[in-house]
């Protein structure tokens, strides 16, 4: 199986700066039709998961634009712009492009 | 927009069958790929598998043995079947739909809220 490994594994940030989430893959996500097949979800406190990016870099319905995603094959990013008390929880990035979809050990977010 | 929501016992003996349906609050049942995905207490998300076009199915490997999804288009609803389960098995398990096609068939967008199935006897 493909591993995801994040990085950090936490990651306090102050209300209004800028935060970053990296997510490495053990094989190339990039198919041959263009598209690099990465995921990023956010699990809120108590809630179940929620789409935040898919195909790396197209955000979900509804996900504010301080939420953007980037990458190359196997290196990949999340960045937020500006950190909102609302985007606490533990953020997973997946590879979608092998069967099985591997999720990556997440990233728990706090507020300083 | 489309709501899921799973349901089924909340306990269960070791040896025996997990079984959980996800009822789909629209008539897209028919359509999109619908997922099983589980999370163990304090742990990660593994996906289990998913079924689709009325009836094709896909799991993961390390559960294929023990892992039936079967599709009720009649009662808006998919089910998850796992079988001689054991503690390991212990996690909240939700339901989710794919995005879209096949382009996106692994992007999981909604998801059900999730319901915790514990394995003991």
């Known amino acids: 199986d493909i591993v995801m490994t994040q990085s950090p594994l936490s990651l306090p940030v102050t209300p209004g700066e800028p935060a970053s989430i990296s997510c490495r893959s053990s094989q190339s996500l990039l198919h041959g039709n263009g598209y690099k097949y990465v995921d990023w979800y956010l699990q809120k406190p108590g809630q179940s998961p929620q789409l935040l990016i898919f195909l790396a870099s197209n955000r979900a319905s509804g996900v504010p634009d301080r939420f953007s995603g980037s990458g190359s094959g196997t290196d990949f990013t999340l960045k937020i712009s500006r950190v909102e008390a609302e985007d606490v929880g533990v953020y997973y990035c997946?590879?979608?492009?092998?069967?099985?979809?591997?999720f990556g050990q997440g990233t728990r977010l706090e507020i300083k | 927009q489309v709501q899921l929501q799973e349901s089924g016992p909340g306990l269960v003996k070791p040896s025996e069958t997990l079984s959980l349906t996800c009822s789909v609050s629209d008539g897209s049942i028919s359509t999109y790929y619908w997922n099983w995905i589980r999370q163990p207490p304090g742990k990660g998300l593994e996906w289990i598998g998913y079924i689709y076009d009325r009836g094709s199915t896909n799991y993961n490997p390390s559960l294929k043995s023990r892992v039936t999804i079967s599709l009720d288009t009649s009662k808006n609803q998919f089910s998850l079947k796992l079988s001689s389960v054991t503690a390991a098995d212990t996690a909240v398990y939700y339901c989710a739909r794919a995005l879209g096609d096949i382009l996106t068939a692994y992007s999981f967008d909604p998801w059900g809220q999730g319901t915790l199935v514990t394995v003991s006897s």
């Open positions: 997946m590879q979608a492009l092998h069967t099985p979809p591997i």
